[in-house]
Structures are given as structure tokens and as C-alpha cells.
T-cell receptor, first 116, second 113 residues
Framework: DTAVSQTPKYLVTQMGNDKSIKCEQN?????MYWYKQDSKKFLKIMFS???????INETVPNRFSPKSPDKAHLNLHINSLELGDSAVYFC???????????????FGPGTRLTVL | GNSVTQMEGPVTLSEEAFLTINCTYT??????LFWYVQYPGEGLQLLLK?????DKGSNKGFEATYRKETTSFHLEKGSVQVSDSAVYFC????????????FGKGTKLSVIP
């Protein structure tokens, strides 16, 4: 009964390839997020979707494209992978609701991406 | 902009020692404050939170008090265990209408028997 799940857990690929990471939450939340954690453990928001609408789009290369087919899913597609994309990518979700007050974020287990 | 500063690690303690991890923040408005913990090879888990000044969050023996006057949210535990070894992140979410979390750089704690 995993609340926030990600696939795959590990992803090893060559430079220049295109890859996707999938995220699903079964908490009934209306907002989902992608974070990147670098080798020094620093976490930075990349994107957020609320009710399938993009609400946060931080300064990331446009090779990264999030897609939210429904409220329970937020996928991350990365084109033309580069060495610097190697990191752990975390998906998270929270319930915001009509008040605009965001509740606690719940994180997935992470996807460790290694670009060779 | 919003920012979180927490003490640099790594921190190494003996079992049953007292733990303090300092966290200070800069934010506009009235942020909510969080401590997340990341065990080796796992995702982040919420440890505790506080949503307004003078609130104390507590969980699993850990405590932190939201101090608006010093813009701090220090994490404390009276007696650490080996199982507490992890990376601890302080984070804030700015006031109403804000979605994203701003994280500190994390503090790695190692507890030795």
C-alpha cells in the first residue's frame, strides 16, 4: 500500500538518450512535485502540478518535461541526457484544496539516475 | 527570497547522547516549518512540523519549537539511538498560497554504539 511510488528505482543510461520516470500517488492528493537531489544531498524543487495544471516550473533545462495525465500521476521525461543530470529524483504529493493552504508533502522512494 | 540554513554535518554522536541540529530561516510572511528525515537508500519522511510561532512539533522523541523572534526551528532529541542515523532536512513552506518546500542542505547524523 505504498502512498507515493516511483519507477524505476534505478536508471542507468548513456549520454544523449531519452528516458522517463513515473510517479503515482494513492493518497487522493491534488498536487504533485518533482525534486532533484544532487550528490551533496541538496534538494531542489523542479516542477509542481495542481489538478493537472503546472504551477511551479523552476529554472531547469527544457530537456526536462513533466506530464500529468491525471491527478494521481506525474511523470518526468528527460531528453538528450547529460552527465550533469545524474542525481536522485524524488516525487512528492500533498493536498492543497480550495483554501490554497498546502498540507504536508509525502515523498516517494526516489529514482537514482546515472548517466554514463 | 526564502531560505533555510542548517548546521553542516556530519554529526557523530554516541548512543544516548543529546542531539541538537540548528536550523534558521528567512521567509516573507508566516511560513510553516518542517523537519524531514532520510534514512539510507530511502525517500524523505516527515519527522515533525509546526505551522505557527511558538508551536512545538514532536515525534519519536524529537522536538522542535517554532521561534519567530530568532527565526529558528532547532531539532533536539534527548537520547539518540543507532537507528536515528540518517540525514535530517529542515524545510519551510511560505504562507498561504505557497506550494513548494525550500530545504536546507541537510545534516548527516551518525550514531555509534
Amino acid at each position: 500500500d505504498t502512498a507515493v511510488s516511483q519507477t524505476p528505482k534505478y536508471l542507468v543510461t548513456q549520454m544523449g538518450n531519452d528516458k522517463s520516470i513515473k510517479c503515482e500517488q494513492n493518497l487522493g492528493h491534488d498536487t504533485m512535485y518533482w525534486y532533484k537531489q544532487d550528490s551533496k544531498k541538496f534538494l531542489k524543487i523542479m516542477f509542481s502540478y495542481n489538478n493537472k495544471e503546472l504551477i511551479i516550473n523552476e529554472t531547469v533545462p527544457n530537456r526536462f518535461s513533466p506530464k500529468s495525465p491525471d491527478k494521481a500521476h506525474l511523470n518526468l521525461h528527460i531528453n538528450s541526457l547529460e552527465l550533469g543530470d545524474s542525481a536522485v529524483y524524488f516525487c512528492a504529493s500533498s493536498q492543497v484544496g480550495g483554501s490554497g493552504k498546502a498540507d504536508t508533502q509525502y515523498f516517494g522512494p526516489g529514482t537514482r539516475l546515472t548517466v554514463l | 527570497g526564502n531560505s533555510v540554513t542548517q548546521m553542516e554535518g556530519p554529526v557523530t554522536l554516541s548512543e544516548e547522547a543529546f542531539l541538537t541540529i540548528n536550523c534558521t530561516y528567512t521567509a516573507t510572511g508566516y511560513p510553516s516549518l518542517f523537519w524531514y528525515v532520510q534514512y539510507p537508500g530511502e525517500g524523505l519522511q516527515l519527522l515533525l512540523k509546526a505551522t505557527k510561532a511558538d508551536d512545538k512539533g514532536s515525534n519519536k522523541g524529537f522536538e522542535a519549537t517554532y521561534r519567530k523572534e530568532t527565526t529558528s526551528f532547532h531539532l533536539e532529541k534527548g537520547s539518540v539511538q543507532v537507528s536515528d542515523s540518517a540525514v535530517y532536512f529542515c524545510a519551510l513552506r511560505a504562507g498561504a498560497g505557497s506550494y513548494q518546500l525550500t530545504f536546507g542542505k541537510g545534516t548527516k547524523l551518525s550514531v555509534i554504539p
